[in-house]
């Protein structure tokens, strides 16, 4: 038995650190089929997450590309676009990424090869899962979490088969001190747990459906504390990991500073969490709660940026190396998005500057810096590094790599900059009014007025995704000239199965070689800000003050509003009225808390490339949404709005609406005793008064198709004409919050 | 009396913000007084734990600097 040779280089002659001398050396082997693997899904998930997102892009230029046909209109397309680039192109670098840089941070081979298989493979058939059913219309209709409960198990039980697998392999580690990159993926672990498990929170009604446990105010608190922590804990911190690990390795430099990648490290995981609410600023979300997200998104600035400086200060003294090496220029370019991403964000969250970029292209460009910049230029420069190194050989051409840095920068800039463009022009021309007090533009004009920077964009996808296909070829040329390993041989002394400590330790020290430890104070750290902002919205009555005329929707209304779930109507349309003048100028009455108790889910949508729905309801005559739910541009010139004919051949569902009512009722929605029993004879009188309605305005030569009572298209007419009707009904607003 | 009754009656929430403001102070008052009393030496071995070069094979190129 060999003996542990005297200390390496780079220990230091600390009793601490220096390996206990007693300790056989041994001999083992790092995984690196699972990182391949990963790192080939990333590639393909990316290209086709990406050719998807173009596809979309293009969808609002030339709406004829949405191609009339259900499983392709820009409401399905777009939610599975956000969930391939997000969970399988990024999802699956954090695990290429996790799993070459634990095994050789804890120097141990990942715990178990048979769950690094199953983790692997059940990802991708997650993604398999999604890609089937978000076109097919099977959504939960909540943003970046829109997969339907049967895949939310699969989802939970690979993420714990990750865990074992992650944690597996750092308890039989044999490097004591957890490097800060593992706190971070620890972190990631725990959080995205909570956030998945907490948002998903659903009653089922059949194989394929389900509503959201959560309702209005409530659920839109608790899936923007999600979505944001989505960016935070999926796109931030396991990248965070992976930037402390590669530019380090990559340049080979220590990181800058380890005082700093420990501040960085607790008070970003401290503050993000509780930064939700900024994407619901001058909604119906309790005051108190939006101001609490603003002031934690303005603090979140300090540990980004301390980040970011972290990341790129590590090149000082390198920054030559740059120059030469493609893989730094990803790298740094990808931080340098990062703080230029994590700087836009506080700025975001004000207020003043929130009333001006919500709901407009200005927030699409935001994430796509972070997307297209922070995560993907940090994916490809691990890929340019990585599959080299384990097909033991050189990239196949430097050039094309350099080729692909510049297409891909150029890309970003061609995609970023006609939408900050188009969101400045959006919302100016929302806010503009004539001198006699009257808005000045229609919604319409606000729309063609943006076609062009739609084109821009997209050439500025054109371009990024040329740059990832020609990464793709020089990569295959890359893995056909060299040789895998599979098993990377590897040798470290074990760890003593007691540490001795010197002296007295310090808190802090002491957590850095627990992993449980640091997983359950970090679970504590992120639930505290879960649970202030949670806790009294849901319970403390006077948040939520209720409206005596919001009454719950009839069983055709439903139907109507399931249907606008299916469609993803919400990723085009909000239904969320400011309390600004020019918005209840242009669509009513500002929206108020009480008016979304009975909407599970909440629909108030984060974008409006059409315009807010909220009280869209009695504004025109059934026919005009007949007409125009069939072919947009027959009631407004120039839209963008894809067509929807599906909807007046499908025929309503009634077999489920027993099933739903009674769901409905679980989750406390007031319909009366054994109402199921009469939900479909009620909903079908509603259809049969709608149809009756529109046969007479219509007569028989405006009819498009044959008119039944039985068409989907019915129900949502009755959804439409519906929606933020119930405050008309001037019923006095019973005001909680008023001392007793 | 179920619990739930309690958390229905807090009253008073402005202070929530409060609380949040001083767990977060103190925390990090704790945590800014351990990274400046933490030994450099230890902190210099963990900043440098990427660069280690303890594997067997050890491939010196990146594959594309050279």
Request: proline share 5%; with cysteine.
């Amino acid at each position: 038995m060999i003996t542990s040779p005297p200390a390496a280089e780079l220990t230091p002659e600390n009793p601490e650190i220096r390996p206990a001398p007693s300790q056989p050396i041994e001999n083992f082997s790092y995984d690196n089929t699972s990182v391949k693997w990963f790192a080939y899904a990333t590639i393909i998930w990316g290209i086709i997450g990406m050719t998807v997102g173009l596809w979309v892009a293009l969808d609002l230029v030339f709406p004829q590309l949405n191609l009339g046909l259900a499983f392709t209109s820009f409401g399905r397309t777009r939610p599975l676009h956000t969930n391939a680039v997000i969970f399988a192109f990024v999802g699956n670098g954090i695990f290429m990424g996790v799993y070459y840089s634990l095994q050789r941070l804890c120097k141990a081979r990942m715990y178990s090869d048979t769950l690094s298989k199953l983790h692997f493979w059940g990802w991708q058939l997650i993604i398999v899962a999604a890609v089937i059913t978000i076109p097919l219309g099977y959504t939960s209709g909540k943003e970046y979490a829109e997969l339907e409960w049967p895949i939310d198990i699969l989802i939970t039980i690979v993420w714990v088969i990750f865990g074992i697998n992650m944690f597996g392999t750092i308890i039989k580690r044999r490097e004591r001190h957890l490097y800060v990159a593992i706190w971070f993926y620890i972190a990631t672990f725990v959080t995205v747990a909570v956030l998945h498990i907490v948002n998903s929170v659903e009653i089922p009604v059949t194989f394929m459906k389900s509503y959201s446990w959560y309702a209005g105010v409530q659920d839109a608190l608790v899936q923007w504390w999600y979505g944001h922590n989505a960016v935070a804990f999926f796109l931030t911190t396991p990248y965070l990991g992976l930037m402390y690990y590669f530019i380090p390795k990559v340049a080979q430099r220590p990181v800058y500073s380890y005082r700093l990648s420990i501040i960085h490290f607790w008070a970003l995981i401290f503050l993000y969490i509780w930064a939700g609410p900024h994407h619901l600023l001058y909604t119906s979300l309790p005051d108190w709660a939006q101001s609490l997200g603003v002031v934690f998104s303005i603090m979140l600035l300090a540990p980004s940026w301390g980040g970011m400086i972290n990341g790129l200060l590590t090149l000082r003294g390198a920054w030559d190396k740059v120059r030469e090496d493609v893989v730094l220029k990803f790298l740094v370019v990808a931080v340098t998005a990062y703080g230029m991403a994590t700087f836009e964000g506080p700025m975001l969250s004000l207020k003043s500057v929130n009333g001006i970029a919500h709901f407009t292209d200005w927030i699409v460009a935001h994430v796509h810096v972070g997307a297209l910049g922070w995560n993907g230029f940090l994916t490809f420069g691990i890929l340019y590094w990585l599959i080299p190194k384990m097909f033991r050989t050189q990239l196949y051409s430097r050039k094309l790599a350099n080729a692909h840095f510049w297409i891909g920068t150029l890309g970003i800039l061609f995609y970023a900059i006609p939408m900050y463009w188009a969101g400045f022009a959006q919302s100016l021309m929302w806010k503009e009014f004539n001198a006699d007090g009257t808005i000045a533009n229609s919604f319409l004009d606000t729309v063609t007025h943006l076609a062009p920077m739609y084109a821009l964009r997209s050439l500025g996808g054109v371009l990024y995704l040329t740059g990832v296909i020609m990464m793709t070829y020089n990569l295959i040329k890359t893995v056909k000239a060299g040789s895998f390993l599979a098993n990377e041989e590897a040798e470290a002394p074990a760890l003593a199965k007691h540490y001795v400590t010197h002296g007295k330790e310090h808190w802090h020290r002491w957590i850095e070689r627990r992993p449980t430890q640091l997983l359950i104070f970090s679970l504590i750290v992120i639930l505290i800000g879960g649970a202030i902002e949670f806790i009294p919205t849901f319970l403390v009555k006077s948040n939520i003050p209720t409206i005596a005329s919001v009454k719950p929707y009839t069983p055709l209304e439903l139907e109507g509003r399931d249907i606008y779930v299916r469609e993803g109507c919400y990723t085009c349309h909000s239904q969320m009225i400011r309390p600004f003048r020019s918005e209840t100028k242009r669509y009513g009455e500002y929206s108020k808390a009480g008016e979304f108790v009975y909407d599970h889910p909440f629909q108030w949508g984060s974008k409006r490339t059409g315009p807010d729905l909220h009280r869209i309801g009695g504004k025109y005559q059934d026919d005009w949404h007949y007409n125009h739910m069939y072919e947009p541009t027959s009631t407004s010139s120039g839209s963008i709005m894809p067509a929807y004919p599906w909807l007046f051949e499908n025929k309503i569902d009634y077999t489920v609406t027993p099933k739903k009512i009674l769901a409905m009722q679980t989750l406390g929605v007031p319909y009366p005793e054994g109402y199921d029993k009469i939900a479909v004879v009620d909903a079908q009188k509603q259809a049969k008064a709608i149809t009756a309605n529109l046969k007479k305005t219509l007569g028989k030569k405006g009819l498009i198709a044959p008119l039944s009572p039985d068409h989907e298209i019915i129900a949502v007419i009755a959804y439409l004409q519906r929606m933020g009707t119930d405050i008309k009904a001037k019923a006095p607003v019973t005001d909680t919050t008023s001392k007793k | 009396m179920k619990f739930i009754n309690y958390l229905t009656s807090i009253t008073g929430i402005g202070i929530f913000p409060l609380i949040s403001l001083l767990v977060f102070f103190v925390f990090f008052v704790l945590l800014g007084f351990y990274i400046m009393k933490a030994d450099k030496v230890r902190l210099n071995y963990l900043a440098a734990m990427p660069v280690e070069k303890n594997e067997k094979d050890q491939n010196k190129t990146t594959g594309i600097n050279n």
